[in-house]
């Protein structure tokens, strides 16, 4: 699957293809630590904030996750 902007795609390629052998290979055997994708999200995540400002893509009012960021608590 591709980008959401063009500039993005390859980016987006290495991050998933490098986090998917991490996952396969480390997490799902028991190993949480070292993810090697790490170092890719912040780059690849500017690059698609700026593909969605670019093509005008309205985000108001959603929540992203991401490498540092803590999933919301539920309101239940």
């Known amino acids: ?7 993005c795609t ?11 052998r991490w996952f396969a290979e480390k997490f799902l055997k028991g190993d949480g630590s070292g993810d090697p994708s790490t170092d890719l999200f912040k780059p690849y995540q500017q690059c698609v904030q700026k593909a969605i400002k670019e093509k005008e893509i309205p985000i108001e009012g959603l929540e992203f996750m991401g490498h540092g960021k803590e999933k919301p608590e539920s309101s239940s």
């Open 1 to 7: 699957m591709n980008s959401v902007g063009e500039a």
């Open 10 to 20: 390859d980016m987006k390629r290495e991050y998933d293809q490098r986090f998917n």
